[in-house]
């Protein structure tokens, strides 16, 4: 997944050379170029943040599969807390020295039924409900973990198309000012140099360009996958960001009962202990009940008629190998100790996770606020006083073409902020484990 900072994901635009341009009549179609096509343009697309993750949380192979094993595993308590089946035997039997099967002498008839010391039936029943519960809660993990590459790569993709926007539209007032400079050079008033230097920023631009498509496309393609879908939709970017209205104390008590790896630590614990009194019971024996019927024709001595038997069985295991039960709830014992080292374990894993996606998170809104509330007025203010400078003829066209580029530069580093704002968001989710109140952010 892609955990890339803000500020290692800001595009800085290579640095232009120096293109000074004669002839103030061409400065109006550049500034107003500029002020048109230098604006982010509107990613057309129906295909929504809620819709990306319904989509995920409905179709995703994998965590299909992981539901269809939680469903499996809920059938299994069912199973567990029935009977095994009762046996049922047919013997016939005749004298050894006057066999005559099937006519024979003698025919029984027996029906058994097992039945486990009592408590057995009930104890496997609830550990194999724990282990469908733990089985819900990996299933649980695995959608919040789905959501938040879904909108990880949601954001991520977002953050390249505005800046491709916003790069494209420089291009577009770069080429205007190289024909401007052409122009010049053929009319004598500027050297070739500065056409060269001209062309040689745009070639530059052009590859970045190149780098921003090829990561628009992995980044589609990431999202197709997490969707199970051929196809790579599009993103909107118009909607305003949302930015999480909890603090970390509320934060921190709300991971403590929705994570989902907590919740599975503790069926464990469960599912543990339930085992050691099903141990504890195996010094028990289990016994089995029978009913037989026996139908003898003559008998096996000479008197003849006939006599029915019916005779009612009863039968006990013998537990004698009191070393191997006294083994098994051992190992349960410790397994219970296991399993409350991996629930302390993972409540501090989740406390951890929680303090650093907040950290972060709050890093991310602040650097925003930066970018919007000082860098961007500061770009403009930069841009603006390079202009009137040049238009009364006291600044060089470097300046005002690096304040530029300032300013283009403090655009995709917005862009970028937004981006990674939303990505953070998503990682604290993940972090508590649910979904969490948010507030329209203002600009």
Known sequence: MNTRS???RARLLPSYSVLRLAGRLALPVLFAAASVRAEPREIASSFTLDQAVSTALRDNAQLRAMRAKWEAMQERPAQERTLPNPMLAVKSGNSADNFRFPNTQETRVEIEQTFPWFGKLALRGKMATKEAEA???EYETMAREIVMMVKETYFDLAGIQQSCAITRGDQAVLEQMLKVTENQYATGQRSQQDAVKAQSEITMLKQKLLDYDQEEAVLKAKLAQLLNTDIAPTLIVTAPLEQLAAELPALLAAAGTAR?????????????????????KEFYPDYRVGVEYGYMQGGFSDFSGSDNLVMLTISFDLPIWQKKYRAGVRAAEKMIEASQATLESTRRQVTFDVQDATFKLHTAQKTLE???KELLPQAELRFKTSEAAYRNGNGEFLDLLESERFRL???????????????QAARLERAVGMELPKTEEKK
Do not use: F
């Open 6 to 8: 803000t500020n290692g």
């Open 135 to 137: 089985m819900q809660r």
């Open 370 to 372: 930066l970018y919007r």
């Open 409 to 423: 530069n403090a655009r995709v580093m917005t862009a970028m902020a937004e981006a990674n704002l939303g990505m």
């Open 260 to 280: 989902p790896e907590i919740k599975k630590a503790e069926a464990d614990i469960q599912r543990s202990r339930y085992e050691r009194d099903l141990m504890q």
